[in-house]
Each structure stands twice: as C-alpha cells, then as structure tokens.
C-alpha cells in the first residue's frame, strides 16, 4: 500500500510539474492546470450563479457604458481574444471583482464612490488584469498543490457550512483572496489599461485614499471588500501614482481623460445603500415588501441578504438559520425535498399553522455522508429545525441549525423567528423607498460642508457625504462644481 501511495503521488506531481503554460502577461512559464477552455468554462459556469446571487442593476444605461468601456480595455489587454463580459450587480456591498475567462462585476455600491471616468477605467483594468495574468487560475493551481500533502488526511468543512452553501453554491471561486503580489501585478495592469485607452491613471491612487478613508470611518471591523487583500492603501497610493506618470510618458498622453461631470451625470439617481424592495431590517424585523413577508431577528445576529435566501448566524457561529422558497407544488412535496436535499433524517413532524398560514413543521437529524461515516463517527450530530410555510403561491423555508449539544439553546431563538413569520400590512413598511444619489451643481463659492449643509445633509452623515465625493469637508468648491447628495 505504502509503494503504491508513493508512485501514486509522484506520478501526480510529474503531472504537475509538466502542465506548464507562458503567462500572457509576463511571458514566463508557470504550472496551471486547466486549459484556457476549461478557465472559459468555469466562467460559463459561474456567471448565472453570481446573477442569481446579487441580480443585475437596472440601468441600461450604466450597463451599456460598463460594457463599452470593459470592450476597449479587453481589446488592448494581453488577451484580447477572451468572450468578455462585464456587468454591474445589485449590491450595495462596495466591491469589485473578476471570475476567470473574463467575466468582470461592479456592484452598484462601487459604482457611487467613483467621482469620474478615470477611477473607474483604472479598477476596471485592475480586474481585467486578474483575468488577463490568470490569477483565478493560479489560485486553482495552488489549492490542488497543496492537495498533494494531504492525500492521506480529509478535509471536513465546518458542521454547519453545508447549509449556507446550498444558498451559495457554486460561489467558492469569488471568495478566493489574490495574494498580495497578484494585487500589486493587477494595479500595475490597470494603469496600463486605462492609460492605453486615454485615461489619466493617476485618478485610480486618489480612488483607492478614498477607500482607505471610507475604511476608517467605518472601523476596522467593516474594511471594504475591495481592500481586504490588497496592499497597504498609503504604498499603493505612491506605487500606482509612480505608474500613471510612466505611462503617460510611454503614450506621449498629454490630455488624458478624467470625465468629472460625465460620469456624475451618469450616477444620478443610483440606488444608495440597502435597497428596501430586497428586504431591510428595522428593530430586528427583517421586511419584504415586495414578497409582502415579515419576520423577527434574533438580537446580535448579523444578517446577510440576497436573491436566494437571507442567512442569519450569531458572533458565535454555532447556529445558523436560513429562510429560502423551498421548491415543490405542496408542502409535502417540499418538505420531502428539504430532507433530500439536506441529507436530513426526521426525528419529529407535524402539521401546523402560522399566523394563519398552513405550515409543516419538522426536527431533523443531518445524516453524514456515507464515504464520511467512518470519519464522523465521534463527530457531533447536527440537529436542525424546520418550518415550511405556505403563503402566497410559494413555500417557504425557514431552517434553524446547530450542533446536537448546542440545539436546546438556540431551539427558542429558532422557533420565536418561525413561529413569527407572517403577512407584510404595514403600507410604511410595503412603501419604504431607497436612498438614491443625486448630483447638484453648486453656484458659489464656498466649503464642501457649507454646501452639504445646503442642501439638509444631517449633520452625522457630512463624512460620510465627504468621502462619497473623494473630497474634504473643509475643501473649497467653485461655482459650478458638481457634488453628491443623498435623498430618498
């Protein structure tokens, strides 16, 4: 056994070490183990899950222009050849991000700290720059790598992942974090981009001061996701600046674009922050109203919302609760498929009613995996709760989630939010209207804070208005500047 386990993994890695490829970018060899094929494939694949996850914003508008701009940067990038495709997804979540085969997405929320143009075409080439060096794959490479030492161990995801995964699945390659040395080669590459379509990169580095700022005001624990992994903010400021001066020196670019007021233009009205029609929380209620449901929210849980499913966790993360549409004409039929899907063994079932409403309620054991028996056999069961609602023309699912020794304290939180469920009246509630950007001209002379002022912004929101507008408080404005509000 030992002999075989040993030419077994030689041969895997003299596998490894002879599945090379030149880099596009940098023009050296280096191990990947997929073909372009399969790198456009995982992107084919992944692409209507991330639309599934976070929907695409509606604006036409916006859609065309991200798309138009990605086009130009893709055909003067290292891979021109790529099917790319850009789009801008509806989060308020201030975040960018590539998937490999060039599939390119800015949510909605990073889309309103941009102040012009050229902020935006240098993060565009940021991300285009991950697809071009094939860092998504060299990701890939490195997780399988690091497989080959741990053939003889077993990896077992955390007792309760599962169920959050089934909301997200297929999502794991977005979660992967680019090394600190990729982040660096993508900036370099948005410089280059974005100069190469006329743009004044230097507009990028005063973008990512306006992260950083951002990254202050709210605190450490809230660090925007597009610098989570990247390089200290203050050097990149100093690098990408050093960049942008070089490039227009290679361009001979004397008159590289900014695009102020173009771009503001284009943002007038864009949804700011959370978008009430996608659910909100006020007083630990979570709303729907364009679902017309309601539900309570165990006190200090964090909350996370999308399309799919609304997942709630305590700081602890010992218990989960999920609330998704449970497929299946009845409520038997969606039941069964519940226990199906989940791997879940009924210790006890009911019919019920909620608020009115018919429901089938289940307690539930989570069977393990038959190649992982032997392995969990010591391991905790996992107990679920589970209420199937039926309102509307759809079944609701509203599952809670712990370990066996860990169910009894959380059953009572489990069972306050189910049992709670109910039909959205409240027209406050079914009305409320989102946040919106909207751009105003100032016509005097005078501070960003006087003009905020101006126009009513509560006194607790002018940093926050400040860094939105890339400015100071204390900044002077000339007649004619245009600047962002915030109003309903």
Known sequence: MKKHFLISCI???????????????????EIVLMSEAQEIAMGKDADPQIVAQYGLYENKALQAFINEKGKSM???????????EFK?????????????????????????????????????????GHITARHGVAQQ???????????????????LGQFAEQASQGLGLLM???GRDDERQADQLGVEYSSKIGYDAQQMANFFHTLERDQKRSGAGEIPDFLSSHP????RFVTVGKLATEWKQKLSLTNAQINRNSYLKRIEGLVYGEDPKQGFVENSIFYHPVLKFQFPVPTNWALQNSPQSVQMAPKGGKALMLMTIAPGKTLEESASGVLKQYNLQVVDSRQTTVNGLQAITMVADQLPQQQQQQAQQQAATVRTLSYIIHYGDLNYLLIGVAGTSDF????????????NFKELRDASKLNKQPERIRIKTVNQSITLEQALRQYKVAYKRLEELAILNGMELKDRITPGTMIKVIEN
């Open 88 to 128: 801008i997804v509806d989060s308020d979540i201030l975040n960018a991000f590539a998937v490999p085969g060039g599939y390119v997405y800015f949510t909605r929320g990073i889309m309103a700290y941009f102040n012009n143009e050229a902020q935006f075409a240098g993060v565009l080439g940021h991300e285009t």
């Open 408 to 419: 009894s304290n959380y059953s009572s939180l489990f069972t306050n939010t189910m049992q």
């Open 232 to 235: 200290n903010p203050g050097d």
């Open 141 to 159: 490479r490195n997780a399988m790598l690091g497989q080959v030492g741990l053939i003889a161990g077993m990896v077992i995801a955390p007792k």
């Open 176 to 178: 992967l974090k680019f």
């Open 11 to 29: 041969t895997t890695v003299s596998i490894l070490i002879n599945s090379c490829a030149v880099n596009p970018v940098t023009g050296k060899k």
């Open 74 to 84: 893709a055909a003067i990038s290292h891979r021109p050849n790529l099917n790319y």
